[in-house]
């Protein structure tokens, strides 16, 4: 009993000598304590009403004034959408005012698609590589659309990966054997037979119910025979 209450006496005794000296430390740096504090709660408060007023009206804003340009792009006047009409900004614009907003984001997207549809490959690889999404139906459609330029400027290694990455990143029928179907032929292009013919039959396995899979079975034969006569000129 007497070792436990000298342990417990200790431990008190302990305990007291730390509180008595972070008290010296709080008492002894109350000044340099309250400065940090303060800015600490400046920071999170700017922080807060960055994001609830500034990053909000911005926001609103960019939305109100794409409006026009989202139309033009529904009308397929991709130089209107990008550029603007004098009265209300173009996606381009939109992209360099608003820059920080998901409105501006979006506008990379219609911009990249704009610029494909003129045949600015470059340009159009540029928004669409800066275009970030979650949407799983959106993502493949520009990450296939990145394929699609990259295909125009003859760099068919490039745009076969890029349609790799568009069908894998949502597997559904409505984008999936679109760039399986693209990939399939590009492998054919660059002569990657093997390639091609793995790719059209994933298409006609995984899905079977599409267009592309009913059709399938010649682009099979097609890319056969060509391994075939690819191999008997190597022998």
């Known amino acids: 009993m007497a070792k436990e209450e000298t342990s417990s006496q200790i431990s008190i005794e302990n305990v007291e000598v730390a509180l008595t000296k972070a008290e010296k430390f709080i008492e002894d740096n109350k000044k340099i304590i309250i400065i940090v504090a303060s800015v600490i709660i400046i920071i999170i408060g700017g922080i807060f009403l960055y994001k609830k007023v500034y990053l909000t009206n911005k926001e609103d804003e960019a939305q109100k004034q794409m409006f026009v340009a989202e139309q033009y792009f529904e009308k397929d006047s991709f130089n209107l959408a990008l550029n603007g009409n004098g009265s209300y900004p173009g996606f381009i614009e939109i992209i360099e005012d608003y820059g920080i907003t998901k409105s501006a984001n979006l506008a990379r997207y219609y911009a990249g698609i704009s610029l494909l549809r003129l045949g ?38 490039e745009g076969v990966a890029y349609y790799v ?48 899979a009913r059709q399938i079975e010649k682009y099979i034969t097609r890319a056969s025979l060509e391994l075939e006569r690819k191999s008997s000129t190597q022998k």
């Open 120 to 157: 600015k490959f470059e340009d159009a690889i540029e928004k669409l590589k800066d275009f970030k999404t979650n949407d799983l139906m959106i993502a493949p459609i520009s990450l296939g659309a990145i394929g699609d330029a990259y295909v125009e400027l003859g760099k068919l290694q």
């Open 165 to 212: 990455k568009a069908y894998k990143k949502n597997n559904n029928e409505y984008t999936a054997p679109v760039y399986l179907m693209k990939a399939g032929q590009v492998y054919e292009n660059i002569g990657e037979y093997q390639k091609a013919i793995d790719t059209y039959k994933q298409l006609q396995k995984d899905y079977s119910k599409t267009n592309d």
